[in-house]
């Protein structure tokens, strides 16, 4: 055979196998790529669903997130640290959350929610005015909710008891706020109410 057709014949045979080696890798990197996206790292997920109007911030606390979002960790509500800063120019008397798990549902249909809650529970009744006793969140301060005792030894009661996983997904959603003046929000969508000789002013000049 003459040598220039060899060596036509030999990068011929290189071309191909070049290409068949791309085209393996190719088809690996596509299997690996669907395989990370059919296993997709998971942690539990944290919805806020407190209204923008609300006067406040909230953020899970940055050293405990990893281990309160570890689908693994048993402990997880015992990890649960949430800061929650006042943004609003008055001081907050009196505030409450609640931490829903969608997935876990009561006898009565309902999810189960853990409550949150800060300041004296007279403050349900719009028109309670603020004492010298009482102890607010100042304006630009931050409280850091915790979840009670209780809740942790009920969840753990409850979920042995039904069999039950821990949840993957978490709510955070809003119940009340006063500013200990009357003022303040109510129910989760957070309707601004006003204390009542205000209110009955209005009707008076309606």
Known sequence: ?????????????????????FLIVTLDSGKMNVEAQAEPQRERQVEN???KH??????????????????????????????????????????????????????DGH??????????????????????SDQPIPPGETLTFTIPEGNQRGWSWHKTKENRSDPTKVEIVFVQ???????????????????KEKRLDVVRKQ
């Open 1 to 21: 055979m003459p040598f220039p057709k060899r060596i036509g014949l030999l990068l011929a045979a290189t071309l191909v196998a070049s290409c068949l080696a």
């Open 49 to 51: 669903k407190i209204p």
């Open 54 to 107: 609300v006067p406040i911030t909230i953020k899970l606390k940055r050293e405990k997130e990893k281990a309160f979002k570890d689908l693994k960790n048993e402990k997880w509500l015992q990890d649960f640290e949430l800061e929650v800063t006042n943004t609003s120019n008055k001081s907050i008397y009196f505030l409450e959350l609640f931490v829903v798990l969608p997935e876990i549902l009561a006898e």
């Open 177 to 195: 706020l006063s500013h200990g003046d009357g003022s303040g929000f109510n129910g989760t969508s957070a309707t601004p109410y006003t204390h």
């Open 111 to 132: 999810s189960v929610a853990i409550p949150l809650r800060y300041g004296r529970v007279d403050f349900v009744d719009f028109d309670t005015m603020a004492m010298p």
